[in-house]
């Protein structure tokens, strides 16, 4: 084995991730072998010991099958998704590692949080991860903009159990799951600005760890009553919808509360809840 690994250039610790367009990710030693031998030449792409430590992923404008190569990062903690369709049928993601912390989804035209497969899991600086990766025999990979969709299947999604950062702005949403948010039990921070949500979803009130909640630029109009269950609530953003009234709930019985945001909503001005809100928080009503 080490003398074909020597043939090929590789070095000791490297990762074999793709032979002649194979995954080899459930292969034995005796399956690279067999492949190996088999063929004159063969396209091998690995990656290095170095980029396997990876902790921070931005992809963006990849080939479909790049987040195919998820499992080989055992280290990685944040991963960003970027300018990448997802409003199609796809692929599931749920072979990444469960240290993940932060993910981002962001402008894919996600509808649906139940198409990303897997989710439900103090970074060290941005690295722009090198698209995968070593380039032993022959041209293996190119990046070339191509779209394509993560289906998060709802079987999967308590995987990313250590989750605590999710950002889904810019996309399509209009709901949230209840099942598969529900098994997210370590989230404190979730974005999801500039979608088209109609509805405050009630499942963010069952979520007991969350602290920020940005829900800004949707068409929300009206705040649910269950609002009161939220008790470690930090910081609530709200700018940009269409709210008309502001419950007083929301400044008696948020006891952790210390950050609301509502520019740009429809609130009407003298109220006793904006009054209250206005000597508690610092923040703008719009007509």
């Given at each position: 084995e080490k003398?074909?690994?020597?043939?090929?250039?590789?070095k000791e610790h490297d990762q074999i991730l793709e032979i002649n367009g194979k995954c080899v990710r459930d292969w034995?030693?005796?399956?690279?072998?067999?492949?190996?031998?088999?063929?004159?030449?063969a396209t091998v792409v690995t990656i290095t010991v170095?980029?396997?430590?990876?902790?921070?992923?931005f992809l963006m404008a990849t080939r479909?099958?790049?987040?195919?190569?998820?499992?080989?990062?055992r280290k990685l903690v944040?991963?960003?998704?970027?300018?990448i369709d997802f409003s199609a049928e796809g692929r599931d993601i749920s072979t990444i590692t469960t240290l993940l912390q932060e993910l981002i989804v962001t402008n894919c035209s996600l509808k649906c949080i139940t198409q990303i497969n897997g989710l439900g899991s103090s970074l060290h600086g941005l690295l722009f991860f090198p698209i995968f990766l070593r380039l032993l025999i022959g041209i293996v990979l190119s990046t070339r903009s191509s779209s394509f969709l993560v289906k998060i299947s709802k079987a999967s999604s308590g995987r990313l159990k250590s989750l605590k950062r999710l950002?889904?702005?810019?996309?399509?949403?209009?709901?949230?799951d209840e099942r598969t948010m529900l098994k997210l039990k370590e989230l404190t921070d979730l974005q999801l600005g500039y979608n088209l949500i109609r509805s405050f979803p009630n499942v963010v009130t069952k979520m007991e760890k969350l602290e920020e909640l940005s829900l800004i630029h949707n068409q929300i109009s009206v705040l649910p009553d269950e609002v009161v269950q939220m008790r470690s609530l930090e910081k609530l953003h709200l700018d940009n919808n269409v709210l008309t009234e502001l419950p007083e709930y929301v400044t008696l019985q948020l006891p952790q509360l210390r950050a609301l945001t509502l520019e740009n909503n429809k609130l009407k001005h003298n109220t006793r809840s904006t009054q209250q809100t206005r000597s508690k928080f610092y923040y703008k009503i719009g007509l």
């Open positions: 003398g074909i690994a020597k043939k090929l250039g590789m034995t030693s005796e399956d690279l072998l067999a492949e190996l031998t088999e063929c004159t030449s170095k980029d396997r430590a990876v902790t921070d992923l479909e099958h790049d987040l195919g190569y998820l499992w080989a990062l944040k991963l960003s998704i970027c300018n950002i889904l702005t810019h996309n399509s949403l209009t709901d949230l």
